[in-house]
């Protein structure tokens, strides 16, 4: 079992960049799918955008493409999300879950995620 911790949130100006970061315990992150999801009050849990165990298949979803990169560190046990061209629609907590590999490759982001984190607050003001 991995277990993830959340950091890198904080309060930034529309347009701006920022850079969440993920960091796992456990010996096994290598075997792990990861994903950043997130959560705005009132509205549903949304997948950001998800990566394979070894960082080959990536996913986003269409609002952060082209604005969003996600990438890992196997060799730190570390998954970052950058994040650019911030708008207000992107406020939310933001959390880091992970999946089995094997489910990663049938369901990608919508696949059920465990080892959530606590989660990091993105907050974009106008």
């Known amino acids: 079992q991995v277990q993830v911790v959340e950091s890198g949130g904080g309060l930034v100006q529309a347009g701006g960049s920022l850079t969440l970061s993920c960091t796992a315990s456990g010996s096994t992150f290598d075997n792990f799918a990861m994903g950043w999801f997130r959560q705005a009050p009132g509205k549903e849990r949304e997948g950001v955008s998800c990566i394979s165990r070894r960082g080959g298949v990536l996913h986003y979803a269409d609002s952060v493409r082209g604005r969003f990169t996600i990438s890992r560190d196997n060799a730190k046990n570390t998954l970052s999300l950058q994040m650019a061209s911030l708008k207000p629609e992107d406020t939310a907590m933001y959390y880091c879950?992970?999946?089995?590999?094997?489910?990663?490759?049938?369901?990608?982001?919508?696949?059920?995620?465990?080892?959530w984190g606590q989660g990091t607050q993105v907050t974009v003001s106008s």
């Open positions: 879950a992970a999946v089995r590999d094997y489910l990663f490759a049938v369901a990608g982001c919508r696949a059920r995620y465990n080892n």
